[in-house]
């Protein structure tokens, strides 16, 4: 087993500590600012639902390039269930009439 000194796991803990406020930022940000589109703007809930997985998809393009747009380890019905569920749609959807702390509750699980 390979030791650490402290000042090395005080940075491993500083980068993981700083990567998960990252992600709940981006969860937390994704939910209030689709509510606050729907709520006070002409938004739609496609147009919602196009501009984020069209942002996904430029942003992972490089990545299906090189690895195909297929998990390969649930194959081509489990990528299509997955992308279908992928949670905009009827999350949007759910913040037309529900508060943005219960979709904050419930999309995550």
Request: aromatic share 8%.
């Amino acid at each position: 087993m390979i030791q650490e000194d402290n000042s090395t796991s005080l940075l491993h803990t500083l980068k993981g500590s700083a990567w998960g406020v990252f992600v709940v930022s981006i969860w937390a940000g994704w939910m209030v600012f689709t509510r606050l589109d729907l709520v006070q703007s002409t938004l739609t809930v496609s147009d919602i639902t196009a501009i984020r997985f069209g942002s996904a998809a430029v942003i992972l393009l490089p990545v299906l390039l090189r690895h195909g747009a297929i998990a390969r380890s649930v194959g081509l019905g489990g990528t299509l269930m997955m992308v279908a569920g992928a949670g905009a749609p009827y999350a949007a959807t759910g913040l037309l009439f529900a508060p943005t702390a219960i979709d904050g509750a419930l999309i995550p699980g």
